[in-house]
């Protein structure tokens, strides 16, 4: 067995390098996605989290878009915010489950990252963001001004 593994190994040297690359960076990005802090979470998985452990959500979004239609008791904090650490609407929370919520998911990973830096110890990025809730036809709410 292990004299056809070289023998095939000595014949096809490049798609065995390759396949050897591409083995090694699965078990890296499997092992660092099992020790990374931030995890994306699914719109269930979510509703879990704040029915189970009362966790909170961040929308990212504009004070106008936050207006047209939000994750009911969501806080708005702007990625400026964030950034700068002007959190204290927040700052209550750092033993708690948040979950950022942008509108595709996508823009949440930054400042996700910052809340670590902040002594947050639960962050939880929105699989698909506000878009991903809404087409799942999950409850939003909206603020009349």
Same mark, same amino acid.
Request: charged share 20%; hydrophobic share 45%; proline share 2%.
């Given at each position: ?6 023998? *095939? ?22 092992? /660092?996605?099992? *020790?990374? +802090? ?7 998985? @979510? ?6 452990? /009362? @966790?909170? =959500?961040?929308?990212?979004? %504009? ?10 008791? %969501? ?26 919520? %942008?509108?595709?998911?996508?823009? @949440?990973? /930054?400042?996700?990252?910052?809340? =670590?830096?902040?002594?947050? +110890?639960?962050?939880?990025?929105? +699989? ?5 809730? %809404? ?7 909206? =603020? /009349?001004?």
């Amino acid at each position: 067995m292990i004299q056809e593994i070289i023998q *095939f190994i000595n014949k096809y040297t490049i798609i065995s390098l390759i396949w050897i690359i591409l083995l090694i960076s699965v078990i890296t990005l499997t092992i /660092k996605e099992l *020790f990374n +802090k931030i995890k994306n979470i699914t719109s269930s998985q @979510a509703i879990q989290l704040i029915n189970k452990e /009362k @966790a909170i =959500i961040i929308d990212l979004r %504009s004070n106008e878009n936050f207006y047209k239609g939000h994750i009911v008791n %969501s806080i708005n904090l702007t990625l400026s915010e964030i950034k700068y650490n002007n959190i204290d609407k927040i700052k209550k929370y750092k033993h708690k489950p948040i979950i950022i919520v %942008s509108t595709n998911g996508i823009e @949440a990973y /930054k400042p996700a990252k910052q809340l =670590i830096q902040y002594g947050f +110890k639960y962050i939880f990025i929105l +699989k698909k963001g506000i878009n991903g809730w %809404s087409n799942e036809n999950l409850p939003l709410a909206n =603020i /009349k001004k």
